[in-house]
């Protein structure tokens, strides 16, 4: 079983949608988690960070924790063509930037 | 602000040939350094992470080495490439000085292999 698992897609929506990325892990020892998002043949860059249970937004953008089911989401609101990309679920458990990544889910938001 | 700079960004190589990439951060100091490889469709996989000047740690047994000569540069080597080394290599520094756990990434080198 991998430590990260992440949902690949490809994931596609009309413009303006709800879009909702997930991720589950497994090490109960992960207490950073992060989002990143990467356009193509680029650097992931990161969108959201967060080391507490419950939400954080920022614009349009919500980042979700659950540790007790080991679950974390990310919640796109009024989304758009510039946020087709793969997103990256990350989390680590210490401070020290060993992050383990999930997968990446492709995006594409069509107008 | 931190900048990480990779090059050379896109690399077409032989198998047997050798190999190096490099990496430097500018706007910190003493900064921990990590590689990661990212392989087509896949997620990263943390490969060499060096907490400063000739300390290198390896997370996965591999083909590769990596070395830091200086507190800011931080270089991935082979000395005979196979078609599995091809991929996405990200070097990545924390986004603040002592780590709060974020990575800040550079643009890449995508290496292919045949």
């Known amino acids: 079983q991998k430590e990260v698992e992440q949902d690949p897609g490809p994931l596609s929506v009309p413009e303006g949608a709800i879009v909702s990325l997930n991720c589950t892990y497994s090490n109960s020892a992960f207490q950073y988690f992060m989002w990143y998002r990467q356009y193509s043949r680029k650097g992931p860059e990161l969108l959201m960070y967060t080391y507490s249970s419950g939400n954080k937004e920022d614009g349009r953008f919500t980042a979700q924790v659950d540790k007790s089911s080991k679950y974390i989401s990310l919640f796109i609101r009024d989304s758009q063509p510039s946020d087709s990309a793969t997103y990256l679920c990350?989390?680590?458990?210490?401070?020290?930037?060993?992050?383990?990544f999930g997968q990446g889910t492709i995006l594409t938001v069509h107008p | 602000s931190q900048t990480i700079h990779q090059w050379p960004a896109t690399l077409v190589q032989p198998v047997g040939s050798p190999l190096s990439l490099e990496c430097t951060v500018e706007g910190t100091s003493n900064p921990n350094l990590y590689w990661y490889r990212q392989a087509a469709g896949r997620g990263l996989q943390l490969l060499f992470y060096s907490v400063g000047i000739g300390q290198i740690s390896s997370e996965v047994p591999q083909n590769l080495s990596a070395s830091r000569p200086q507190d800011r540069q931080f270089i991935l080597s082979s000395k005979k490439l196979l078609l599995s080394d091809s991929g996405f290599y990200l070097c990545?520094?924390?986004?603040?000085?002592?780590?709060?756990?974020?990575?800040?990434f550079g643009e890449g080198s995508r290496l292919t292999v045949l």
């Open positions: 990350a989390m680590s458990g210490s401070s020290y930037g060993k992050l383990t």
């Open positions: 990545a520094s924390p986004r603040e000085a002592g780590g709060t756990g974020e990575l800040f």
